[in-house]
């Protein structure tokens, strides 16, 4: 397992852009997919973005064309870049990690996952 912490939430008005970045250790981080989930309140989690190892990308339809998801692996962190953000978009944002290369829309196919950080957009 990896431990993650994610950081760049905050308040923002519709329209506007926020990018969160999520800190993983480890040697293997490179291996590993890694995931964007969200939950706002009286919601279940649900799929944002996840990237493969090699840069694969997969986006939920209703953040495609909006978000971005992009890893560093030199420095074991992968971003969410946001805009165009929506009221709707409110949630606690939670970076997710699993080994090997499949892009999985459930959180429960993920090992790790961070504290969380809040996104408030404001209409």
């Known amino acids: 397992q990896v431990q993650l912490v994610e950081s760049g939430g905050g308040l923002v008005q519709a329209g506007g852009s926020l990018r969160l970045s999520c800190a993983a250790s480890g040697r293997t981080f490179s291996r590993y997919a890694m995931g964007w989930f969200r939950q706002g309140p009286g919601k279940e989690r649900e799929f944002a973005a996840a990237i493969s190892w090699s840069d694969s990308t997969y986006y939920a339809d209703s953040v495609k064309g909006r978000f971005t998801i992009s890893r560093d692996n030199a420095k074991n962190t992968v971003y969410l870049q946001m805009n165009s953000l929506k009221p709707e978009d409110t949630a606690v944002y939670y970076c997710?990690?699993?080994?090997?290369?499949?892009?999985?829309?459930?959180?429960?196919?993920?090992?790790?996952w961070g504290q969380g950080t809040q996104v408030t957009v404001s209409s």
């Open positions: 997710e990690a699993r080994s090997g290369s499949y892009l999985s829309k459930s959180p429960y196919d993920y090992d790790s």
